[in-house]
């Protein structure tokens, strides 16, 4: 594909997101690679991009907040002028707690970050992309996990549910807009070895956990960015609503 489609990646300067941007820009998509702080790690991903040819631009917002989405997709627009894709894969995790240890301001920016993020940068996308709007139409993934059917007591139940209502935005989207020329799905990743781990206290614990799964090992953000670029390309053209589990069997 070559057409010079355009993907927004929410979280695409690394783990995940940055396979995503890396793996789609090779497929021909132009990519916008999101960061909430670390500009460094996405302007490498850009540069990597740049130098195998294809076309990419950091883009700077915190998805968490009203004001990161709208500077995420004004600078889409004023690069692009167009949108056809959207990985909304930025997300937190935190440090292993019960339920009495977590703090309302955790469990706020838990949602809000994981949820209304993925939410808000929806409704910017089915924008652009509606043909109920004047778009061409395109293609969501979401980021859900394992978590929202094992619900990961004792380490992260708020957001084990924060991923349980992105597999239920996944679905009423996906009907919502499947009129409209847009697709929605969802991905649900097992243990897969990035830095999220580190992010919540636990950096050994995709290593740790690899016994624990049927494969016996974590995945690897590649494996995970395949799926997605599946479900946004032309091979899934009917598929929609579906959450694709990716976890090696967990
Ligand atoms: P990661 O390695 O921690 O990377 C997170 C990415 O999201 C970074 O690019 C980060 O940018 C960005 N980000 C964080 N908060 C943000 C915000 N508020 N606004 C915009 N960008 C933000 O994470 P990952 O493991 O690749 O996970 C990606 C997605 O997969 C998440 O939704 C996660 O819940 C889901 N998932 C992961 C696993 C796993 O085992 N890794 C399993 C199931 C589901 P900065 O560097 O600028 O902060």
């Known amino acids: 594909m070559s057409d010079g489609r355009v993907l ?14 890396l793996v789609a820009a090779d497929e021909g998509w132009r990519v916008a690679v999101n960061y ?19 076309a990419a631009i950091a883009v700077e917002g915190d998805v ?3 004001g990161g989405v709208q500077a995420i997709f004004a600078a889409v627009d004023a690069a692009f002028g167009r949108l ?21 301001e955790r469990l706020e920016r838990m949602f809000r970050v994981n949820v209304t993020g993925s939410i808000r ?8 992309m509606s043909t109920r709007h004047g778009g061409r139409g395109g ?44 697709r929605v799905n969802a991905v649900r990743p ?19 956990m690899a016994p624990s799964i049927p494969m016996q090992r974590p995945g690897t953000a590649g494996e995970v960015a395949d799926a997605i670029l599946y479900l946004l390309s032309d091979k899934a053209t009917y598929v929609t609503g579906a959450i694709l589990t990716v976890s090696g069997g967990r």
Do not use: M
């Not at 440090?95 to 703090?103: A, G, H, K, L, V």
């Open 121 to 128: 940068c929806a409704a910017e996308a089915v924008l652009r």
């Open 190 to 208: 097992g243990i897969i070895d990035t830095e999220i781990h580190a992010s919540g206290g636990l950096p050994d614990r995709a290593r740790d």
């Open 64 to 66: 968490g907040t009203e």
């Open 36 to 54: 909430a702080s670390n500009r460094q790690a996405a302007e490498d991903v850009v540069r990597r991009i740049s130098d195998a040819g294809g």
């Open 139 to 182: 293609a969501i993934v979401n980021l859900s996990s394992v978590a929202a059917v094992l619900g990961a007591p004792g380490q992260y139940v708020d957001y084990a549910a924060a991923k349980g209502a992105i597999d239920s935005f996944t679905v009423g989207l996906a009907r919502e807009v499947a009129s409209e020329s847009i």
């Open 8 to 21: 927004l990646v929410t979280g695409g300067s690394r783990g995940i997101g940055a396979a995503v941007s």
């Open 84 to 104: 056809d894709g959207l990985v909304n894969n930025a997300g937190i995790v935190g440090p292993p707690q019960r339920i009495d240890e977590i703090s309302p």
